[in-house]
Nanobody, 115 residues
Framework: QVQLVESGGGLAQPGGSLRLSCAASGITFRIYRMSWYRQAPGKQRELVATIASGGSTNYVDSVKGRFSISRDNAKTTVYLQMNSLKPDDTAVYYC?????????WGQGTQVTVSS
């Protein structure tokens, strides 16, 4: 059974940092494209960052230069390092694993940026 378990969310001050983790099980992790999405209250879920099986990355413009996605295939874990956080980054962050027609989601972790 596939499980994606996010952790690392919480409360951060503007300008602060958080590191999210997503531990995957039940999939051949190394072949999956891994992504982080977020959904703020009253807004649609948006793609934040993606890392391909080969390691190439893409980011939404609003987080470029501030967020960094990485993966550790040995630990079957994907990370999202978030620096210079802004109140607009407040959302529930979701991990997604996708390969071919298979797509799996984690349960989400809340990130709140507030002073």
């Amino acid at each position: 059974q596939v499980q994606l378990v996010e952790s690392g969310g919480g409360l951060a001050q503007p300008g602060g940092s958080l590191r999210l983790s997503c531990a995957a099980s039940g999939i051949t992790f190394r072949i999956y494209r891994m992504s982080w999405y977020r959904q703020a209250p009253g807004k649609q879920r948006e793609l934040v960052a993606t890392i391909a099986s080969g390691g190439s990355t893409n980011y939404v413009d609003s987080v470029k230069g501030r967020f960094s996605i990485s993966r550790d295939n040995a630990k079957t874990t994907v990370y999202l390092q978030m620096n210079s956080l802004k109140p607009d980054d407040t959302a529930v962050y979701y991990c997604n694993a996708k390969y071919d027609s298979n797509s799996y989601w984690g349960q989400g972790t809340q990130v709140t940026v507030s002073s």
